[in-house]
């Protein structure tokens, strides 16, 4: 008979784990596969753009400094792209912004998804030459003319138009705005009979300039030292006034008249009047006084109301002025 021998026999000891290596390794085999599903993916480097990149959208080629004054030698964010775009269009928020990215050849496509209808213009610089524009694919340009010109580069030609209107700027209207408490009704009824006084000595023309004292805030009259005819004026104004002493006395108008002719700026008085300042003439004194007023600056002047600048009703105020003045006044030809 044989004998069968068996492991205890052997002097070997049966363990757990030895029953283990000979059970299928089933378990560990769909751990490792899992494991190997769920691997960490490296996330992509954030992309980053400099200028060498453009932008297109609403039929527009843009760089990226047209929205970045500062773009950093490693690049620029696509949300820093975004926030300076956001400056100029505002349907560019961070909610509604997505990214057409064109990697191979440097370009960006935004989309304002849900945004508004239309977009408002980039604010292009505005220069003086033409050849302050060749680094600009879009750009103004304003002539010695005084016009507007819009100019349109790309590599097929360039464009120049004359602007009729630029909608992306706020509408700006001429006019003059005065910043003053108004002068006083009984200044210029002071004023008129000092007017009136030399008109009836024999149509003489005669001037008086308004300062702003800037200490005592209040108007102070003087009445310059002039040598004057039916005609002109030759005057010279005191270094009380001017000079040093122009920190603070600040010359507000200068008013003169034209006897009994009408009101208006002569040619004399266009050239004279080159400080910005207001400047007023009164003619038809020897009737009711017709009077003129404007803010003027070089070549450029604006009409501006009377009830502007000075209280209201001076026709009822009678006022005589200070007698000195008269020893300013010098008739020319007469000693």
């Not at 200068?254 to 002719?261: A, C, P, Q, W």
């Not at 006084?289 to 109301?305: D, G, M, Y």
Request: proline residues 4%; glycine residues 4%.
């Amino acid at each position: 008979m044989t004998e069968e021998l068996t492991l205890f026999d052997l002097g070997v000891e049966e363990t757990k784990e030895s029953k283990k290596v000979s059970e299928p390794t089933k378990k560990t085999d769909i751990a490792s596969k899992i494991a190997a599903a769920v691997k960490k993916v490296e996330p992509k480097p954030e992309l980053k753009v400099n200028d060498e990149w453009t932008i297109h959208f609403a039929t527009e080629e843009f760089k990226i400094s047209d929205f970045l004054e500062e773009i950093l030698e490693e690049g620029v964010t696509l949300e820093e792209v975004r926030m300076g775009m956001e400056r100029h269009f505002a349907q560019f928020s961070a909610a509604r912004t997505s990214w057409d990215i064109d990697e191979d050849n440097k370009r960006l496509f935004p989309d304002a998804f849900a945004g508004s209808k239309g977009a408002s213009p980039l604010r292009s610089p505005f220069l003086s030459s033409m050849e302050e524009t060749l680094q600009y694919n879009r750009s103004y340009v304003i002539s010695n003319t005084g016009k507007v010109f819009k100019v349109c580069r790309s590599l097929f030609g360039e464009m120049v138009t004359e602007m009729k209107e630029l909608p992306e700027l706020n509408t700006v209207q001429e006019g003059f705005k005065y910043n003053l408490p108004k002068i006083p009704a009984s200044t210029l009824a002071q004023i008129l009979s000092f007017f009136k006084s030399y008109t009836q000595k024999g149509s003489f023309e005669v001037m008086i300039r308004i300062y702003w004292d800037m200490e005592l805030n209040e108007y102070v009259l003087e009445c310059p030292k002039q040598t004057v005819s039916r005609i002109r004026i030759d005057c010279q104004f005191s270094p009380q006034y001017t000079g040093r002493n122009s920190l603070r006395y600040l010359p507000v108008l200068e008013i003169h008249s034209h006897n009994t002719m009408p009101a208006y700026f002569s040619e004399t008085d266009n050239a004279d009047e080159q400080r910005f300042g207001l400047y007023a003439v009164v003619g038809r004194l020897d009737k009711s006084p017709q009077i003129l007023l404007r803010a003027k600056s070089n070549e450029q002047s604006v009409t501006v109301l009377l009830t502007d600048v000075f209280e209201t009703d001076f026709n009822s105020i009678e006022k005589s002025y200070p007698l000195e003045w008269e020893s300013n006044v010098t008739i020319r030809g007469k000693q």
